[in-house]
């Protein structure tokens, strides 16, 4: 049943992968990879088909979100497991679980109506690489938080007692033999975030501004290649269809990427 399973999930992704493969050919063997790179702008009517500043949005959200969650979200999983009396620690958990599964399109509306005024204030319009960074640093830190806690709560307590045995003071035992220890289960907490990050589309394209430009500040608007392809496929038809799947295959290369990661870290020692 178990090997049926396995088969049945490759079946699937091989699927998956083929179709939109299938679909972006087109557009690869017509316009060319190159061009999705240096031509001087998005307008398929035209014939231009460039995804670089998508691509340089999608990466730059993602990066500046794991940037602002991944200290936060250990710091809070340290809190919790080490320094919080039980009550709080778990009214903390409880609350990370409720935020984890609240549904992206609620996010998108609090940075709509809440985050989007406040950077407008600062530097118009608003909608920008910074929202976008934030709401997503937002979203994945619920994830980063349970998963890395999960992750210092699997560490024996033997190595605990012993260090405390030794006189080590218990930030000491922290960043010496409990982050060590977990270091595998944090990096898959942070691999994990990465992937959600990449793919979220209904709160970047909510609060982002989604002009295809390549950004020169944090203020600038910037659209990700998940909202490109929500924003457009309704109505493309042809080349410019394709040119979509395009970048759907974009996304899947990256998602591949972070998978091949994490395979080269758990081989290079991060999972001992």
Known sequence: VLWGCAGLARLVLAFMVGFVWWEAWPALTQIGLRRFLVDPSWHPGEGDYLLLPMIMGTMLTTLGAIVCAVPLGLGVAVFCQWYAP????????????????????????????????????????????????????????????LLTQASLTAVPQDYVHSALALGLR??????????????????????????????????????????????????????????????????ALDLHRAALFVSGLVLAVMIAGLVGLGAWLSHAGYSR
């Open 86 to 145: 039980a009550i709080l620690a778990n009214g903390v958990k409880l609350v990370l679980e409720l935020l984890a599964g609240i549904p992206s399109v609620v996010y998108g509306l609090w940075g709509l109506v809440v985050l989007v005024p406040v950077i407008n204030r600062i530097t118009p319009p608003g909608s920008s690489l910074l929202a976008g960074i934030v709401i997503l640093a937002v979203m994945i830190l619920p994830t980063l938080a």
């Open 170 to 235: 218990r930030w000491s035992v922290i960043c010496r033999i409990v982050i060590p220890a977990a270091k595998s289960g944090i990096v898959a907490a942070i691999l994990l975030a990465t992937g959600r990050a990449l793919g979220e589309t209904m709160a970047v394209l909510m609060v982002c501004g989604n002009v295809v430009q390549l950004p020169a500040s944090l203020f600038d608007p910037i659209r990700t290649l998940a909202a490109h392809i929500a924003l457009e496929m309704a109505f």
